[in-house]
């Protein structure tokens, strides 16, 4: 009796049983870096668009607390809110969309919510705007390597 059929094995009428197994054909992407004009592009529209709409919710509920301490503690919650929701869900950020960017995780797969955050939470990091510049060919800030992503040309 031939050891590698099984005349009891259920299989459905679309699937030959006696066909050879076929290997899945992994395609390799090229993930070309965005370019520091790019970053610096998506940094620009961000500030511009989150800067807009928090001051006009902030306006429109009355809600600006007058104490400056209580409204930094407030604006980096909202920014490390936007960039994690919108890069953990959508692999964006409003800015990333405009220029034709999007950020990926080392596999070139959108980054889960937990890489989402810690990209968020590192962008406070002293001086870790100017680690862009630093960087060399990979053109990937702290933010970046420390949560295991890359911003990329979209293709």
């Known amino acids: 009796m031939n050891d590698n059929h099984n005349p009891y094995q259920v299989v459905p009428r679309s699937v030959d049983p006696y066909a050879a197994p076929v290997s899945p054909v992994v395609h390799e992407v090229e ?15 961000d500030s511009l668009v989150f800067g807009f ?9 009355h809600a600006a607390p007058r104490d400056p301490i209580a409204y930094m503690f407030l604006s980096i919650g909202a920014t490390i809110a936007y960039y994690t929701i919108m890069e953990g869900a959508f692999g964006v950020t409003l800015g990333k969309l405009a220029t034709g960017t999007r950020v990926v995780d080392e596999d070139g797969n959108p980054p889960s919510p937990g890489k989402a955050m810690i990209r968020s939470l590192c962008r406070f990091i ?16 702290w933010h970046d390597s420390l949560a ?5 040309k979209k293709t």
């Open 148 to 152: 295991g992503t890359l911003v990329v």
């Open 31 to 45: 993930l070309e870096p965005a370019g520091l004009g790019l970053r610096f592009l998506n940094y620009l529209i």
């Open 53 to 61: 709409v928090y001051g006009f919710v902030l306006g429109l509920l």
């Open 126 to 141: 002293p001086f870790e705007p100017f680690s862009l510049l630093f960087s060399g060919e990979r053109r990937s800030g």
